[in-house]
């Protein structure tokens, strides 16, 4: 099962990702988290993307592409994955196509999370982000079980740079327009499976598994 996880920043797509991801007992490969794990080793690739994260912007799709072509290329994805945060934009997206048409693959399926505007900004000032695992919490929707700690290693949690509603505004704005054309792309596919992401967590996941097919 190859599938793409589609949806403004703040959807519930990584969360949402995570656990589809356990469910297939496939890799959930989120590019964010990537970069972020690039800044925290300190690599040539962490300091180039860092400043575009930090403004709210997308990294340049050249940066990203080799990246996930690689990625995907590795043994644990033989069965299937899961692309959160990826592709981000048409070019992602035809490259990707692309480097899985040379291999006689496609993608299966990209859900497309919803979520208004409106909400998003409310929710992401509550994420919350684990710097030691990359775990991510919610201060009212995933509370952790002791506050502001990481429950898998913990750590301290924090708020992220990008996640700041200034910066919110802007990856808004990058999402509707560089971001938001993926869904006729993969609409036009016959790809496309929509669910309501204002949903509680649960009922959004069992969304997912019925538009995947079960
Ligand atoms: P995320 O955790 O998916 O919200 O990603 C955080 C930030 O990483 C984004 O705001 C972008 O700056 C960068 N990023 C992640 N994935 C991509 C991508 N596929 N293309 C460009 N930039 C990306």
């Known amino acids: 099962m190859k599938i793409i996880m589609l949806g403004a920043p703040g ?5 949402q990702a995570a656990k589809i991801a356990a469910h297939y007992d496939i890799p959930h490969i989120s590019t964010g988290d990537i970069f972020r794990a690039n ?26 592409v080799d990246l996930v072509v690689d990625r995907i290329g590795q043994d644990d994805c033989a069965k299937g994955y899961i ?14 196509t692309e480097a899985l048409m040379a291999k006689n693959e496609a993608i299966d399926c990209a859900i497309d999370v919803e979520v208004p505007d409106e909400n998003i900004i409310n929710r992401m000032s509550g994420r919350r982000y684990c710097p030691g695992c990359g775990a991510t919490y919610h201060i009212v929707s995933i509370p952790p079980k002791k506050e502001g700690i990481c429950d898998n290693c913990g750590a301290e949690l924090i708020l992220r740079d990008d ?17 938001q054309p993926l869904i006729e792309y993969y609409q036009g596919q016959g790809k496309l499976r929509a669910v309501d992401g204002t949903k509680p967590m649960e009922e959004v996941f069992e969304a997912i598994l019925h538009a995947l097919g079960e």
């Open 163 to 179: 996640d700041k509603a200034e910066t919110v505004k802007k990856r808004l704005e990058v999402y509707h327009d560089q971001t």
């Open 39 to 64: 800044i925290k080793q300190g690599t040539e690739l962490g300091k180039k993307a860092k400043a575009y994260m930090d403004a709210g912007a997308l990294v340049p799709d050249e940066l990203v």
């Open 83 to 96: 692309l959160d945060g990826f592709p981000r934009t048409i070019p992602q997206a035809e490259s990707l």
């Open 11 to 15: 959807a519930g797509k990584g969360t």
